[in-house]
């Protein structure tokens, strides 16, 4: 196995770790026994937990952006399209990448919840926070501006933030309160939310 799988598998492990436990039961030694290695393994990847931990945070979040990017081109597609149903359901399951609908993704999104809220005291995953929320914000702004193509820029701001605090509460709710909100209430809490970004009849008549 090569460096950056066994890097990757490592950063799993740490995912696993706090799903079932929290962040602060992640040491070297208790990742190394997670992914069946010796903690001198561990140690020959990463020099100390603080290097393991900004690595896991920014694999999370390159993982969530990747997925994101490769949904992004449906959305465009269905836009040009002027299809609306389809448009939704690819603007949905663009959005469902943020949510815990699953093992890996409820792994890795609670290892990105848990990492943005240790953050706040610390530099090396506070950097990763920022690069990781912009990166996502970008996408979510690609997507409202297809709901709103003649939205003015703070408008289109205002509203990816909206829609990126929403995703926030889902995934955290959804992580918590999983037996009741699974993936079909958090769909028709996404849908709700898109219908609400079409400009209604009444807007669109008082721009012309």
Partial sequence: MNAAARRSDVADAVFRIIA???????SLREVAAEASLVVGSVRHYFKDSAELLEYAFATADDRLEGRLSARLPAVHEAADSGDEEALTE??????????????????????????????????GLQAEAERGY?????????????FR???????????AERLMSLLDGL????????????????????????????????SEAASH
């Fill in 134 to 146: 912009r990166a996502a914000a970008a996408v979510v702004g690609q997507l409202i501006q297809v």
């Fill in 90 to 123: 690819a603007s949905l399951l663009l959005l469902a990448e943020f949510l815990p609908l699953d093992g890996n993704s409820a792994a890795e999104c609670s290892a990105r919840t848990e990492f943005r809220l240790a953050s706040r005291g610390n530099a």
């Fill in 149 to 159: 193509p003649d939205g003015e820029l703070e408008e289109l701001v205002v509203e």
């Fill in 171 to 202: 995934s955290l709710h959804a992580l918590v309160h999983s037996q009741w909100l699974d993936a079909a209430m958090c769909r028709n809490v996404l849908t709700a939310h898109l219908k609400s970004l079409a400009p209604s009849p009444h």
């Fill in 20 to 26: 079932t436990d929290g962040l602060a039961r992640v």
